[in-house]
Nanobody
Framework: QVQLVESGGGLVHTGDSLTLSCAVRVPTFSSRATGWFRQAPGKEREFVAHISRSGPNTYSYYGDSVRGRFTISRDNANYTVYLQMSSLRPEDTGLYYC???????????????????WGQGTQVTVSS
């Protein structure tokens, strides 16, 4: 049973743009927070971006290294989360994971422990 499936990764050059998609095949999608993490060889899994559940207020947050270059969005009608990436750098290289939280808002959005569902990742490689 695969509930989250990432796609859109690939090999790009420095300065290029790339958009990742995550199909979230779970019920109550609009009531769940989602996030993107990445992991490079030899490094810990790093928080990239978060978008909260849809509600009276919907919040987006970004890791320091990607803020201003990446944009997270969600399409509730199509049960999909996107990560738009621009001005890519070699240090953006890694395996990108999509994650979903339980129902409701979550506090520690930058921590992997806050999310209950994970995809298997899509590889992004940025050449110099």
């Amino acid at each position: 049973q695969v509930q989250l499936v990432e796609s859109g990764g690939g090999l790009v050059h420095t300065g290029d743009s790339l958009t990742l998609s995550c199909a979230v095949r779970v019920p109550t999608f609009s009531s769940r927070a989602t996030g993107w993490f990445r992991q490079a060889p030899g490094k810990e899994r790093e928080f990239v971006a978060h978008i909260s559940r849809s509600g009276p207020n919907t919040y987006s947050y970004y890791g320091d290294s990607v803020r201003g270059r990446f944009t997270i969005s969600r399409d509730n009608a199509n049960y999909t989360v996107y990560l738009q990436m621009s001005s890519l750098r070699p240090e953006d290289t890694g395996l990108y994971y999509c994650a979903a939280g339980p129902r409701g808002y979550i506090n520690n959005y930058q921590l992997t422990e806050a999310y209950s569902l994970w995809g298997q990742g899509t590889q992004v490689t940025v050449s110099s």
